[in-house]
């Protein structure tokens, strides 16, 4: 089961994508996460931010739900003293960095203090996030501005870095060239898409912020979608996000062209679903007559 | 767990027993977080009585989810987490006369918290406040326990007309700490009228329930906190 994800050797292309398994803490009560391929903690900025007002979460019948929490986080700094040791206590292997910002500085900031922590073996930039004003998705939704906060964390680390992308573009690809051309080591997609819920007996928006990121079950042909023509168009690896709940998802993901795949809002339903998906995977692969999982990497592409 | 009954108390109001074992439950005011089919989302609902084997909770019918539970027939499995959150703490110094105060299917919690207070020995009074008399659910259960209960209705028709409050300065009850759980203009009102410090069970819209998404954080005195996983109770002086 074994891939390889921007030099690093990955067990397993199983990752918890980042704001739905916090710092490994909650999880941990259920399974031992060390079975994970790697793990995106919660996104971080620079200073501590409290988020939107509540409420933030909406249900979208079974398909999924909107998430309006904007960041919440303790700040770099303490993320760095704190949570990251917390973080090694429950998980041995190298982790992903979600970092987010609203200005290129508080970027370049953000990655340059979690450059120097040692069980950090990926930066996982955050252009996409819907739940912030003039920060989050602002870069990641113009392929100049994008490029220019690859570059600038670029100059602070040498470890590999992803930049995560939005949904919420005309088009996907060349954002996602932008990045590469500008030295991304690889990229993410998809962060959530943008959506409403109205509560029709109080005749309001269910979110306090009226809008927030639709993701879950539902939005997977979308992200397989963009994944595929990403893959397509791009040689850096990619990692598949995005409504992926079974381990026929993660083969689908893979086979439109991940190298890896990082799995959201199903872990807040079913906490054990990450686990459940590596322990099925074995069987899965001898199912379909898959030898490696890397061997099926962009096979549709082919 | 296995549905052992799912039982009517008032209109919209049932009552639910699963069994089939589970975590110890380590303080009352814990909540468990319910899978429903071809519901993305589950629901939290405060665990009401418990033994070794089984849960007994109480609801209300306000929407898809729950509506969709009242149907379900004993003998149907569900998919339950928990116990889930912190509780009520009922290890507090000096405490011996609590004031226990719900509001309309804030009540339920109170149930099993007034049972373990009984246990340690204190005598907590129970001010139940609700709309109207054919909505009054738990009070014979409570009264069982042998504790003075007392209830509000707004439009008068069962106990003292009005909020909680009401029926609180009408009886004179006189406590030393307080417990709540409740609709918010309660908790509002308690936090205003009650001279001592208490615990209070708050509610927010949640994710997940265990801590993982920081969906239902609320912002206190001693910072952010997730309704979920630090509380649903917290103490009046943090709020
Ligand atoms: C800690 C906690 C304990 C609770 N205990 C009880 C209890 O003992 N008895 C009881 O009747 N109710 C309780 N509730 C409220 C109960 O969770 C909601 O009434 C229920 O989720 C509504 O689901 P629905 O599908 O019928 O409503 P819908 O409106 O269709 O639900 C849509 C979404 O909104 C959420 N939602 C709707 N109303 C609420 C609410 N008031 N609080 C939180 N989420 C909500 C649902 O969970 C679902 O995700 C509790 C809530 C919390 C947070
Ligand atoms: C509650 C919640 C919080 C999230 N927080 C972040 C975040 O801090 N940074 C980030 O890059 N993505 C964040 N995301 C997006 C997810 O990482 C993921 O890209 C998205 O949810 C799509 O995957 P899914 O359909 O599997 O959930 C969050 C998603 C959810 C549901
Ligand atoms: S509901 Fe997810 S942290 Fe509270």
Redesign the interface.
């Known amino acids: 089961m074994k891939v390889n994800l921007c030099g690093l050797e990955l067990d397993n292309p199983v990752i918890p994508a980042s704001g739905t398994f916090g710092f490994g803490v909650e999880h941990s009560q259920f399974y031992d996460i060390n079975c994970l391929g790697s793990l995106s903690f919660k996104g971080t900025t620079r200073e501590a931010r409290y988020g939107n007002p509540t409420p933030r979460i909406a249900e979208c019948g079974g398909y999924g739900m909107i998430n309006a929490v904007g960041l919440q986080n303790p700040g770099i700094d303490a993320v760095c003293e704190k949570q990251m040791k917390v973080l090694s206590h429950f998980y041995k292997k190298p982790v992903i960095a979600n970092i987010s910002g609203f200005s290129i500085d508080e970027y370049r900031e953000c990655c340059a203090k979690i450059d120097r922590q040692e069980q950090v073996g990926i930066i996982e930039v955050n252009i996409s996030c819907p739940n912030v004003h003039n920060g989050g998705m602002a870069f990641g939704t113009d392929p100049k501005a994008a490029a220019e906060v690859t570059k600038a964390v670029k100059e602070v680390t040498t470890k590999p870095v992803v930049m995560k992308l939005s949904p919420n573009v005309t088009d996907i690809v060349s954002i996602a060239k932008a990045c590469e051309e500008a030295g991304a080591d690889g990229l993410c997609l998809i962060n959530t898409v943008l959506g409403m819920r109205i509560d029709i007996r109080r005749r309001k928006p269910v979110i306090a912020n009226r809008y927030g990121g639709y993701s879950g079950a539902g939005i997977f042909p979308l992200a397989l979608r963009m994944v595929n023509q990403v893959a397509n168009a791009c040689h850096v690896p990619v990692i598949g996000c995005g409504g992926v709940s079974r381990a026929e998802d993660v083969i689908e993901m893979m086979m439109a062209g991940a190298t890896a795949v990082e799995i959201g809002a199903a872990n807040l339903v079913n906490p054990m679903v990450c686990k459940e998906i590596i322990d099925r995977l074995p069987s899965l692969m001898k199912e379909l007559g898959i030898e490696h999982l890397k061997d099926i990497i962009g096979i549709v592409n082919k | 767990m296995t549905i052992l009954e799912n039982t009517k108390l008032v209109d919209n109001v049932y009552r639910m027993k699963l069994g089939g074992g589970h975590k110890p439950v380590t303080a009352p005011g814990q909540f468990v977080n319910i899978?429903l089919p071809?519901?993305?989302?589950?629901r939290p609902i405060s665990i009401c009585d418990w033994d070794d084997e089984t849960f007994t909770i109480v609801y209300k019918v306000v929407g898809e989810g729950t509506e969709m539970m009242s149907r379900m027939s004993v003998g149907t499995e569900l998919d339950v987490?928990g116990p889930l959150g912190n509780g009520f703490d009922i290890e507090v110094q000096k405490m011996r006369h609590p004031l226990v105060v719900g509001g309309g299917v804030g009540v339920p919690p109170l149930y099993g918290l007034t049972k373990e207070l009984l246990k340690k020995g204190c005598h907590p009074t129970v001010v139940i406040g609700f709309n109207t008399a054919s909505e009054v659910i738990l009070f014979d259960e409570l009264q069982a326990l042998g504790v003075d209960v007392f209830v509000s209705t707004m439009d008068g028709t069962g106990g003292v007309k009005g909020v909680v409050t009401d029926a609180m300065a009408k009886a004179c009850v006189l406590y030393d700490y307080f417990y709540c759980c409740g609709p918010r203009p309660m908790i509002e009102a308690l936090k205003q009228e009650t001279m001592t410090e208490g615990q209070i069970s708050m509610e927010?819209?949640?994710?997940?329930g265990?801590?993982?998404?920081?969906?239902?954080?609320?912002?206190t005195k001693n910072g952010?906190r997730r309704v979920c996983?630090d509380g649903p109770v917290f103490l009046k002086s943090e709020l």
């Open positions: 899978a071809d519901k993305f989302l589950r987490l927010e819209r949640m994710g997940c265990f801590g993982a998404c920081v969906g239902c954080t609320i912002e952010f996983a």
